[in-house]
């Protein structure tokens, strides 16, 4: 097929249409059309290279990227975007590499510098995160992902206020961008704070907002109701912004369901001693359990010891298990030991500490608070196993109405219905009493509610089964100025507070699906 000149702008144009409909069967056929004709046109190969990206087929994107870089060496979409690859498959250094050559040619390219800050913010190395940032707010204040990102490191560190200002800066540049109100709510205590409320009621009844923005916008409502004590009205919100939220997914119960019977089949039916993998001896405390259950808390006491660094929700573990034991589709786990691909887990302890190096951690002892790591206990134990583990437990009542009120980034889609959040929570107590019963040594519990209570006696109990010296700092956990990127963030930094321990009665009446499963 081929095309005339004067109609080439108007089929590439076509073809950008289909990138911002994420019609991207259409648009590999389309641009690959006309590329057949027209090889040499940088900004197809580019957009067939953010194609692949959001596909989550990342060779392909790079072996686009790769070639507009041929045709063009300097152009500086394609090595952001390529320097944008390399990190999302976690070859930081290739990243930065990238970010630093494409300043170089542009030291005003406000793109290269927010994904550069993000890169630094992703290994923790928030000050340099904030130089970067700052640069490019300094180029263009009116930027609303700058300030998004400069409000995220500064509530990581602990500065709320600066981060609050950022996020009201957003709310002027666009009123729309409800997910700047989502985060200022979690940093406001509405009690004595109502102009921000009412903002939030006048947006919701007067701007045309997609799904996407009310959602946040729901959420962020709940919070201040609830703050409020006008309980009702806040269930009334968080119900809404579920059931939105809910709707945009298609998952199913039964998938995990099914993930969690052939772990233990994996587990209870197979000898791993045969496939010779040779353990890390590094010491590693992983923290896990549900979300809300107060994992961000233990962290943060534990970190506060002289000998612990926290890496927070890294989330490498998931990946890396994903990546040698699913099947090519990442659908099923792989339950054979005889299976091929199932003997190459021996390569995951190098690839989590490949990835822990970035981080450039000087301590004995490192955490990871990746919640659902509690899948992988068994994992840890054959590859980890100097390791401790930290199960975090909370009133399932609780624990589930503080998921269900809750807006969150990257679990799973059964947060957000009622008898599914349920019925997962039931599938974790099951695969924590298959772990517990096969590994009684290896896992320490730590309930929630006695912690509250009872916080000095509880965290000598932890530290001393860690087998650590004793540091009083880990009493003072709220003093830790170790950064936080957890919902939490707010409360961690403060004493222990025990207002969160019967919100379930509140809500009671809104929650029978609760009470049916729990009692």
Not at 387 to 416: A, H, M, Q, T
Request: with cysteine; glycine share 2%; net charge positive.
């Amino acid at each position: 097929m081929t095309f005339e000149n004067k109609n080439l702008k108007e089929e590439i144009s076509k073809v950008l249409n289909y990138f911002n409909l994420r019609n991207f069967d259409k648009l590999i056929l389309e641009a690959n059309k006309i590329l057949r004709v027209y090889p040499d046109i940088e900004l197809l190969w580019n957009i067939l290279g953010l194609t692949y990206q959001n596909l989550g087929n990342y060779n392909k994107a790079e072996e686009k990227f790769l070639k507009v870089l041929k045709i063009n060496p300097k152009n500086l979409s394609a090595i952001n975007n390529l320097g944008n690859n390399y990190k999302y498959v976690y070859d930081f250094h290739k990243a930065e590499e990238l970010f630093k050559r494409s300043l170089k040619i542009k030291p005003d390219y406000i793109n290269a510098l927010v994904n550069y800050g993000n890169l630094k913010f992703e290994t923790n190395k928030f000050e340099e995160s904030l130089v970067l940032f700052h640069r490019a707010i300094a180029i263009n204040n009116k930027v609303i992902l700058i300030h998004l990102n400069l409000s995220l490191v500064y509530q990581a560190i602990g500065d709320f206020n600066k981060a609050i200002n950022h996020l009201k800066v957003i709310g002027t540049l666009d009123p729309k961008y409800t997910k700047a109100d989502k985060m200022l709510s979690a940093l406001i205590n509405y009690k004595d704070e109502d102009n921000h409320l009412d903002l939030m009621n006048s947006k919701i009844k007067t701007l045309d907002l997609t799904d996407d923005q009310k959602i946040q916008l729901y959420f962020a409502l709940a919070k201040a109701y609830e703050d409020k004590g006008e309980f009702s009205q806040a269930f009334n919100y968080f119900d809404k912004g579920n059931k939105f939220k809910r709707k945009k997914s298609n998952y199913s119960i039964d998938k995990d369901t099914l993930l969690f019977k052939n772990i233990k089949d994996l587990f209870s039916n197979n000898n791993f001693n045969q496939l010779n993998i040779s353990p890390s001896d590094k010491k590693i405390i992983f923290i896990l359990g549900m979300p809300r259950s107060g994992t961000t808390l233990i962290e943060q006491i534990i970190s506060s010891h002289n000998k612990v660094a926290g890496a927070g929700e890294i989330n490498s573990l998931n990946r890396l298990v994903y990546k040698y034991l699913f099947n090519s589709e990442n659908e099923a786990l792989l339950t054979d030991t005889n299976n091929k691909k199932i003997t190459e887990l021996k390569a995951i302890p190098n690839e989590y500490f490949n990835y822990l190096s970035h981080f450039n951690f000087k301590e004995e002892y490192i955490t990871d608070k990746s919640l659902l790591n509690f899948q992988w206990i068994g994992f840890i134990k054959i590859l980890f196993p100097n390791s401790k583990v930290i199960n975090c437990i909370r009133d399932p009542k609780e624990n589930c109405l503080s998921i269900y009120k809750n807006f969150f980034d990257y679990e799973g889609p059964w947060c957000y219905e009622k008898k599914e959040l349920t019925e997962f929570y039931n599938l974790y107590l099951d695969l924590m009493k298959f772990w517990t019963n096969k590994y009684p040594d290896m896992i320490y519990n730590v309930k929630y509610e006695e912690l509250i209570h009872n916080p000095d006696s509880e965290i000598k109990k932890l530290v001393n089964w860690l087998d650590i010296s004793w540091d009083e700092n880990c009493l003072k956990f709220y003093e830790n100025k170790s950064a936080i990127k957890t919902l939490s963030v707010n409360q961690a930094r403060k004493k222990i507070y025990p207002t969160s321990l019967s919100l379930y009665e509140k809500y009671k009446p809104f929650l029978k699906e609760f009470s049916q499963y729990f009692g």
